[in-house]
């Protein structure tokens, strides 16, 4: 588990919570979901140089197929317009207020770097604005239950999923929930975590129930590129 935050940008107005997210949701996946490893980084260690080097060289050394990665940002997000299209970003820690490209990282760069990692499951929390610029949205069904061969089946495909805590222009809430968003919040006090194989489809279904009833924004979800269709498990 990787998780990216910033709350003391360079030049951007700061925000009271990125860093509270950040401790809260790794204690979550290493106390609650017993991931083996959790690495973090804040403030000035967020650097687009440093967040794609940590994908394409660190994590595509590591990674096996067999492992499940797991990705969270909490930061300011953007969006710049390119003729008839908008495109999302997510901001380092000392892009500049009016920045171009070369300064952020795209959402659709993301998306490619992950092509280079052999894990077989990945899945991206963004916790920013223009978030839901990310991917395509997903339309897969809930389900509160699956079979031994069927969880077998999903194990052995690709699944590579990114949840956006809102959609393509919402303003995204820094706070909410106690020290935390109402994303990390909603994230770390599901109950589908309890006594469940921890599904992904499942969770992003609790949060698009639970969120807008504290916050003016619609969590969505969607997949990178080589995702089978499949889901991802965080509490087998």
């Known amino acids: ?25 790794s204690e979550f996946f290493k106390l609650k979901l ?22 394409t060289n660190e ?17 300011h997000g953007n969006s710049l317009i390119f003729k008839n299209h908008s495109e999302g970003f997510l901001i380092p820690y000392d892009a500049p207020l009016n920045p171009t490209p070369f300064n952020l990282i795209s959402m659709n760069d993301l998306s490619k770097w992950f092509r280079y990692i052999k ?20 339309n897969s069904k809930d389900y509160k239950e699956l079979d031994i061969s069927a969880i077998k089946t999903h194990l052995n495909s690709n699944s590579k999923i990114i949840i956006n805590a809102g959609t393509t222009n919402q303003e995204v809430s820094d706070g909410g929930w106690g020290q935390n968003s109402i994303f990390t919040g909603s994230i770390i006090s599901s109950p589908i975590f309890n006594n469940t194989v921890g599904s992904v489809f499942n ?9 807008p ?19 991802i498990f965080l509490n087998l």
């Open 1 to 25: 588990f990787i998780s990216f935050g910033i709350s003391n940008y360079k030049h951007w107005p700061t925000l009271d919570n990125a860093k509270n997210d950040v401790n809260a949701i």
């Open 119 to 138: 894990s077989r499951h990945v899945l991206i929390l963004l916790d920013c604005c223009c978030s839901g610029l990310s991917v395509v949205r997903n």
């Open 59 to 75: 994590l595509y050394q590591i990674g096996k197929p067999e492992d499940l990665i797991v990705i969270s940002f909490h930061g």
């Open 34 to 55: 017993k991931f083996d490893h959790i690495c973090t980084y804040t403030d000035d260690k967020v650097t687009k140089t440093n967040f794609e080097k940590i994908i």
């Open 213 to 231: 009833k504290f916050s003016n924004q619609t969590p969505s979800i969607g997949k990178l590129q080589g995702d089978q269709g499949t889901d």
């Open 203 to 211: 969770l992003y279904y609790y949060l698009l129930k639970t969120i």
